[in-house]
């Protein structure tokens, strides 16, 4: 492992992302990537009493079903690396604290499933064979306590977005025939002053073509390098101020450019305004479709930049601005 | 040009990039509906007096049902369909009120009913009651000072 550039680092031994799982909600079956997840709910609390405890569930499920469908063993898990929206992470603790797996749980709002898997590679760089990394979030739980009850009879602006229901999960080996991590570019935070809490694609996007643009400097490649460039949820409206951005500094990422908030819902007939969001949108969405898109060989090299808004709902109330963040990963078979 | 460059020419760039709210729809749709709301109010207002109860008592009656319609409506998962397409139209009358206190009682029943519903129940409407009580305050003092 080296660093190279300002801010990437480049593997030695490329760890590979070896097997993928994902659990969605309701809304996300009916959208247009339901086929690629490995199972879909019918009901937002999935048995539970309340839906902190169904996002546990939901995360909790995933996981084994990772760890079900890769055949490898608990006792051969080195660690588990995940986070999610709700407060001091308890969805993912809660969910896992029967795993008997050591547990780092990390922060980074909707970039978090990126986050941890650049940490599960640069362990399994150094020390581990086999790594988790799971995160989630809960359209409901979510809701509750970022804005508003959801039976509270309020209109919502054509840039909010949808928090996805679901947790996706991924397992690093040390191991493997592909698809590898080759690169991570951790990005920095990135603040261009946008205070509205209903336009978090705006607040994003700057942060995103950061990251972007210094994978590119640090590394010498350009966008045509890539198979698709996919970010985490930016949804439509960030997607486009992406392009604009990017487009700006000389690179047109257009044509395989795609971001996995607008991918997961169809926004005709879903009524989810400006796309999916959330810590489980990213996740989801790579573990059930780029994952499956890259071991059946119709990709072969991704850069997968998961987005996070790092604000809550005391610093909006304070008339604070969104810090945004992103964080890269480079795919390849 | 980057868009990026300054935080002003940012934040102009992403109002000119961001849809805005359908106002001319919204504001007809609050229109209608919420004339439509008052109207079903003043039919049972007419109702109960024609039915031998004084005005007051009358209205005690409207309110009592526009809100318990509302607080069921909520409690049925339809209300924040309703009010989706009505916005301020079923948002201004009773029938707004009785929802901003049902939805948070049912949300934060997880919590208890003493942490939960009992505490957080107001969550949404107790700014409407403080703000009663500054409307009040400064009429009192309109009023008897000129």
């Given amino acids: 492992m080296q660093k190279i550039g300002k801010q990437t680092i480049k593997f030695d031994a490329p760890p590979t992302v070896s097997e993928c799982a994902s659990i969605v909600g309701p809304k996300e079956a ?75 749980g990390v922060f980074g709002a909707c970039s978090t499933f990126v986050e941890s898997m650049s940490i599960s590679a640069i362990c399994v760089e150094g020390f581990a064979k086999n790594v988790i990394c799971a995160t989630s979030s809960h359209f409901c739980s979510a809701e509750k306590q970022f ?22 999960a991924a397992l690093i080996s040390k191991s493997g025939n592909g698809p590898f991590i080759t690169h991570i570019t951790p990005g920095k935070i990135v ?11 705006a607040a994003m996007a700057p942060a995103f073509c950061d990251t972007l643009l210094t994978h590119f400097q640090d590394t010498g490649r350009n966008p045509s390098y890539y198979d698709a460039i996919i970010s985490g949820d930016l949804g439509h409206i960030g997607k486009e101020i992406s392009i604009d951005i990017m487009k700006s500094h000389g690179y047109n990422i257009k044509s ?78 | 040009m980057d ?14 990039k961001s849809p805005n709210s359908p106002i001319a729809k919204n504001l007809f749709n609050a229109f209608w509906t919420g004339g439509l709301i008052c109207s079903i109010g003043q039919i049972i207002l007419n109702i109960c007096k024609e039915r031998g109860f004084d005005i007051t008592t ?25 009010g989706k397409f009505c916005g301020a139209g079923s948002l201004i009358p009773i029938t707004g009120f009785a929802n901003s206190i049902v939805s948070p009682a049912m949300e934060y029943k997880s919590e208890g009913y003493v942490m939960g519903v009992g505490a957080k129940m107001f969550t949404v409407a107790r700014t409407c009651f403080s703000f009663w009580y500054f409307k009040c305050y400064y009429c009192w003092n309109y009023i008897f000072n000129f």
């Avoid at chain 1, 169904?54 to 890769?70: D, F, P, Q, R």
């Avoid at chain 1, 603040?191 to 694609?201: L, T, V």
């Avoid at chain 1, 071991?295 to 604000?311: P, R």
């Fill in chain 1, 30 to 104: 009916d959208g247009p990537l339901c086929k690629y997840f490995d199972q879909t709910l019918e009901d937002e609390f999935w048995g539970e009493k309340s839906w902190e405890k169904a996002e546990s569930k939901i995360i909790k499920e995933t996981v084994s079903t990772l760890i079900g469908k890769s055949g490898v063993s608990t006792a051969d898990v080195d660690m588990v690396i995940a986070g999610d929206l709700l407060n001091q992470c308890i969805s993912s603790s809660f969910g896992l604290r029967d795993s008997n797996i050591p547990f780092l």
């Fill in chain 1, 147 to 168: 804005r508003f009850p959801l039976e509270l009879g309020n209109q919502r602006p054509p840039t909010a977005q949808w928090t996805v229901t679901g947790s996706g």
């Fill in chain 1, 191 to 201: 603040d261009m002053g946008i205070k509205d809490a209903n336009s978090m694609g």
């Fill in chain 1, 256 to 333: 395989n450019y795609n971001d996995c908030g607008v991918m997961i819902f169809d926004k005709a007939s879903q009524d989810t305004h400006s796309g999916g969001s959330g810590c489980a949108c990213c996740a989801t969405v790579f573990s059930g479709y780029w994952f499956k898109q890259l071991q059946n060989k119709k990709v072969k090299k991704i850069l997968l930049i998961a987005t996070g808004a790092l604000m809550n709902s005391t610093s909006s109330q304070q008339g604070e601005s969104i810090p945004g963040i992103a964080h890269a990963i480079s795919i390849e078979i």
């Fill in chain 2, 3 to 16: 868009p990026t460059q300054t935080k002003q020419g940012y934040q102009d760039y992403v109002d000119k």
């Fill in chain 2, 58 to 82: 009358s209205g005690t009656i409207v309110s009592i049902i526009l809100i318990g319609l509302s607080a069921f409506l909520t409690g049925l998962n339809i209300f924040n369909k309703i």
